[in-house]
């Protein structure tokens, strides 16, 4: 649903809606029959992507001359020293790995774990699937049992989030989709902006399929980890984001410089900032 009403609000900004009617007014009828399904299904309409893609199917005729007007606004200037000042910010964020004796009460770590995931519903996500899905790990026992797999600086952070993602949604027609790795980076790195803004360390830890399909050992602690926490097995598992406040902030890892970066073409032209 959310992928169907994405690329019809994409064709109006595209322009492409009056030229290829038939193909967006077959998805608009399909939206009609998720839309049903959901319903009977017992999601409630008010659910917010639901009733987003509701006012594109009802907007439907009027999309192009209404509807994305009312909701659009102008991109603001560009701004070097806002980038200069944002590469900075980006640049002092170290993956944390040393934990602090000390630690805020387990609440206020909670309720930054909920702000990271605020964050990371708002990254973008191919055709808008929206398909992460978070367990808040805070005991120790859930913590312990990932320690087979995982370092002993991930377990022992005072917080864990399992990221995962809902393969329901992707690889329609046998198709095997990469994007579920890329969209699930993107919320990744906003929940570990987010924590970087406010305070606490945190480190992004691998934990996906690879991993842990490697060992026997993996896949059993791994079944195990589901069982207990009721992960259904559609969910690819992806990562563990370690937070906690850091003993220390590490030294900074080199990094490349832009220039060996960027391939050239030969067309380079002197940047005028
Ligand atoms: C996909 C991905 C997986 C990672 N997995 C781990 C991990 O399993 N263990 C770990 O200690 N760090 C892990 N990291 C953190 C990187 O090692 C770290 O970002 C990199 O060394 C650069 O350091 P910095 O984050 O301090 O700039 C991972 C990072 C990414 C993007």
New binding site residues.
């Given amino acids: 649903m959310r992928h169907e009403s994405h690329r019809i609000e994409k064709a109006v900004y595209n322009n492409i809606l009056e030229a290829k009617q038939s193909v967006y007014r077959e998805k608009w009828e399909r939206l009609s029959v998720i839309h049903q399904i959901l319903k009977d299904r017992g999601y409630p309409a008010n659910e917010p992507t639901i009733a987003w893609s509701k006012q594109i199917y009802d907007a439907f005729e009027v999309l192009e001359t209404d509807f994305i007007q009312r909701n659009s606004k102008l991109a603001p200037q560009f701004n070097p020293n806002a980038a200069k000042q944002f590469v900075e910010f980006l640049r002092e ?3 944390v ?1 040393i934990w602090a004796e000390e630690q805020p009460a387990q609440c206020i770590l909670e309720a930054i774990a909920y702000s990271m995931i605020d964050a990371a519903r708002w990254a973008p996500t191919s055709g808008n699937r929206q398909p992460w899905r978070f367990v808040i790990l805070s005991n120790l026992e859930d913590k312990e049992l990932l320690k087979k797999v ?2 002993n ?2 377990t022992s952070a005072p917080l864990l989030i399992f990221v995962g993602m809902d393969t329901r949604l992707y690889g329609a027609f046998g198709k095997s989709e990469r994007s579920i790795y890329i969209d699930a ?1 993107a919320a990744i790195m906003q929940m570990i902006l987010l924590a970087h803004k406010c305070g606490p360390g945190v ?4 934990f996906a399929d690879d991993l842990i399909n490697s060992r026997n050992i993996n896949k059993t602690i791994y079944s195990q980890f589901t069982k207990k926490l009721n992960i259904p097995e559609y969910i690819a598992p992806i ?1 563990i984001v370690a937070i906690g406040y850091p003993s220390f902030i ?1 030294p ?2 080199a990094r490349m410089e832009i220039e060996s970066l960027v391939i050239d073409s030969g067309k380079h032209k002197t940047l005028c900032l």
Avoid at 203 to 206: D, L, Q, R, V
């Fill in positions: 964020k170290r993956s790995r995982k370092e600086h991930c980076g480190c992004w830890n691998h990562a590490p900074e890892p």
